[in-house]
């Protein structure tokens, strides 16, 4: 069974970058047609799908945060991470990785739990000064 961990800062300080890391172990992310996606809940709020990387090694990113996220990965150690620039106090959430089963582009859907097969247990990020 596929686990997923998240691992990063606790604390940002805004306009900084926050670098946040999914170590996958009993999966490779290279399996096809998996995608492995970044998701948040600020506090009080809903599920928000940020961002994923899919098995190919392509990115695709919320409309509402492209211009400040990237997602890259490292398959020698079977790592994706993502970097999302100009932290605001808005940007205060958990943060999750987690594993779908095939990209079909952007949809509300994405934004769904049910989406996803694999889980990591989620970080708290807190963006202050």
């Known amino acids: 069974q596929v686990q997923l961990q998240e691992s990063g800062p606790g604390l940002v300080k805004p306009s900084q970058t926050l670098s946040l890391t999914c170590t996958v172990s009993?999966?490779?992310?290279?399996?096809?047609?998996?995608?492995w996606s970044w998701l948040r809940q600020p506090p009080g709020k809903g599920l928000e799908w940020m961002g994923a990387i899919d098995y190919s090694g392509a990115t695709h990113s919320s409309p509402a945060l492209k211009s400040r996220t990237s997602i890259f990965r490292d398959t020698s150690k079977n790592q994706f991470t993502l970097q999302l620039s100009s932290v605001r106090p808005e940007d205060t959430a958990v943060y999750y990785c987690?594993?779908?089963?095939?990209?079909?582009?952007?949809?509300?859907?994405?934004?769904?739990?049910?989406?996803?097969?694999?889980w990591g247990q989620g970080t708290q990020v807190t963006v202050s000064s």
């Open positions: 987690a594993r779908g089963k095939r990209f079909t582009g952007y949809h509300k859907d994405l934004n769904n739990s049910r989406e996803y097969d694999g």
């Open positions: 009993g999966g490779s992310i290279t399996t096809n047609y998996y995608y």
